[in-house]
C-alpha cells in the first residue's frame, strides 16, 4: 500500500502532467474560474481532512463559469436622432431623442444662449453656438445647439426638372436671409390633388394643374412657390 505522502505525490505528478499549474498544492484557476473541487480521502485516514483538499479545474467547470460571468451589454436608452441643430433665435426645438427619456439633468457651456426646461425643450436666447451634456443615469450625450437670427423672408427656389410624372418627388430648397434659420418649418401644398409636400419639403406629384406650395418659419415667414405639372 501506498503511504500517504507518496499517493499525494503521484496524484500531483498526473496533474501536472495534464498541464495544470500546482502551487501550494492548489491548481490555479483558469482566468479566475472557480473550479469544482475534488475532495481527496489520504489512504488510512478519513475523507475531507482539509490538508488533503485539492482544487482541480475541469474543461466543464471552465465552460459553465464562463457562461455564467458572461455580462449581457446593457442597450443605451439615452440616444440621439443628431448630435447638431440650428434654430432661430426666440425658436423653441425638443431635443432630437431617439426614444422618449424622462427626468434627463442638462449641462450648457455657456450661459444666456440657450435654456433648457425639465422637459427638454430648448429655447434659443441670442445668437451663438454652446455644447449641451446630456445624463441620465451612467449615461450621456452631447447636443451642439447653434443659434442664429430669425428669419426676415423666406425664397423657394424654382426645381428643376427636366420632365414629370405621377409618383415623381421633387426636393424644394428653401433659402433665408444671412446667418437666420428656422428648424421647424411648415409645409402645405394649396391642391394636394395635384401635388403632396412632406415636413422636409419633398413634393410627390399626384396628377395634373396648378398647386401653390408654402414654407411657413417658426416665427410666421412665409415662402411660396407656383408649380404647374402636366
Known amino acids: 500500500m501506498l503511504t500517504k505522502k507518496r499517493a499525494l505525490s503521484v ?5 501536472m ?17 472557480v473550479a469544482s473541487t475534488v ?18 479545474v475541469t474543461p466543464a467547470a471552465i465552460a459553465s463559469s464562463e457562461a455564467l460571468g458572461t455580462e449581457t451589454k446593457k442597450k443605451k436608452s439615452l440616444k440621439l436622432k443628431t448630435s447638431k441643430i440650428v434654430l432661430g433665435k426666440g425658436e423653441k426645438v425638443a431635443i432630437p431623442y431617439s426614444k422618449k427619456v424622462k427626468k434627463a439633468k442638462f449641462f450648457i457651456n455657456k450661459c444666456g444662449v440657450i435654456s433648457i426646461s ?7 436666447r441670442k445668437v ?12 450621456s450625450v452631447i447636443l451642439k ?3 442664429k437670427k430669425k428669419p426676415s ?13 405621377i409618383g415623381t418627388k421633387i426636393p424644394l430648397q428653401l433659402i433665408l436671409g444671412k446667418n437666420e434659420a428656422s428648424y421647424n418649418v411648415t409645409w402645405k401644398s394649396s391642391q394636394k390633388k395635384v401635388a403632396t409636400v412632406n415636413k422636409k419639403g419633398v413634393i410627390t406629384v399626384k396628377g395634373t394643374g396648378l398647386t401653390v406650395i408654402k414654407a411657413i418659419t417658426y416665427n410666421g415667414k412665409v415662402g411660396r ?3 404647374r405639372f402636366q
Open 11 to 15: 496524484l500531483m505528478v498526473v496533474v
Open 17 to 33: 502532467g495534464a498541464g495544470l499549474c500546482i502551487q501550494n498544492v492548489k491548481v490555479w484557476s483558469y482566468k479566475n474560474v
Open 39 to 56: 475532495y481527496l480521502a489520504s489512504i488510512g485516514e478519513k475523507a475531507g481532512e482539509s490538508e488533503n483538499e485539492i482544487e482541480v
Open 118 to 124: 425639465d422637459a427638454g425643450v430648448i429655447t434659443g
Open 128 to 139: 451663438g453656438s454652446v455644447s449641451v451634456k446630456i445624463s441620465k443615469g451612467d449615461e
Open 145 to 147: 445647439v447653434r443659434v
Open 153 to 165: 423672408k423666406v425664397v423657394l427656389k424654382e426645381p428643376e426638372v427636366s420632365s414629370v410624372s
Open 225 to 227: 412657390i407656383k408649380l
